[in-house]
């Protein structure tokens, strides 16, 4: 079965790139609020607070659809099962959650299907902006 998305009503918003790099289609951004309202970014680091996922390649000072809600189709950066958290990667891509103690880290969603290597493309379903967990010390 090909992996799908699903967007609920009022589960897209424009994003636009002001980064000086392009977006790449299916994965996940921040909003880059010092480039000025809707700006987005590919996220940088797992502290990073989730936008949403690029529906399709953003070029630097374009707009684009972010879709902040639902399933999502996303980019694996390694192996994940269904069920399991996830975090972003510097490149934007979903991977196991597996913060230390301690840190403050995003869980971006939960995978619904899986993904067997780096690349690969899975249903997310999002957590939704700006949401993120501290681990116990």
């Known amino acids: 079965m090909q992996p799908r998305a699903i967007v609920p009503e009022n589960g897209v918003r424009t994003g636009r790139n002001r980064s000086g790099s392009a977006i790449a289609t299916r994965t996940l951004v ?53 069920g399991d958290l996830l975090q972003g990667t510097t490149a934007g891509k979903v991977i196991l959650f597996a913060a230390s103690a301690g840190d403050t880290d995003t869980v971006v969603g939960q995978a619904i299907t899986a993904a067997a290597a780096d690349g690969d493309v899975l249903e997310v379903e999002l957590a939704g902006p700006s949401v993120s967990r501290q681990t116990e010390d």
Not at 30 to 57: I, N, P, R, S, W
């Open 30 to 82: 921040k909003l880059a609020g010092a480039d000025g309202v809707d700006c987005v970014e590919t996220f940088a680091a797992a502290a990073d607070h989730l936008y949403g996922v690029a529906m399709q390649g953003i070029a630097d000072g374009a707009n684009g659809d972010v879709q902040i809600r639902g399933k999502a189709l996303c980019v694996a950066g390694a192996a994940v099962s269904a």
